[in-house]
């Protein structure tokens, strides 16, 4: 049965892992796989060749020299797009859980078998491509409406628009007023005048 053809690009794999055999024969497996790939033995190493060489998924052993794996695998959930797979000698379910509690999105024990790391690399890679973006941070230094550029900018607080004129109309209150900044407040009564007194007849 031929296999479905592929619709995504390989996403490109880093594997940081202290020994040397292991690692060399990882790398070598993925890039014959089709998968670009490189490989480091430390979590220092792996953060300055990330400036240079960004990937999309870190197959990260947890017994590394230096830095362990655990801290490397909470600075690594500080790229929302980047996915973590711990490939480690480490079997009990503290560890997994410790792994698990510091971003791991997968985690194998060793000795994995390449064709399980690969399947782990693309279900990986699958959930990675729908999820959504992240967004952009809110701002939260008010900003003056620019004339002439209706909806350019806001004020940073919830409710407010910003108008042609420049004019910043807030969130209505619960008197339902609106004024100008500077303007004196008047309510209704002063606008359209008291309404006449009603008296009540005795028949």
Known sequence: MTSPARTTP?????????EHD?????VDYLVASGY???GTDSAEAAYRQLVVEPVDIVLLDLGLPGEDGY???RHLRQ???????VISAHDTVEDRVRAFECGADIYLQKPA??????????ALSRRLSQAPMP???QATTPVEAQPGRLGAAFTGRKGDLPLRSGIQVPAMSGQGRLQRPG?????????VGQPPQRRLRAD
């Open 36 to 38: 670009q790939t490189w």
């Open 22 to 26: 292991l690692r060399d024969a990882v």
């Open 135 to 137: 967004l952009p941070p």
């Open 113 to 122: 078998a390449m064709r399980e790391i690969v399947a782990n690399i693309e």
């Open 71 to 73: 801290s490397a695998c």
């Open 183 to 191: 303007q004196q407040t008047r309510d209704r009564r002063q606008l």
């Open 79 to 85: 790229i929302p797009t980047l996915g973590v797979i």
């Open 10 to 18: 390989r996403p490109r794999i880093a594997v940081v892992e202290d």
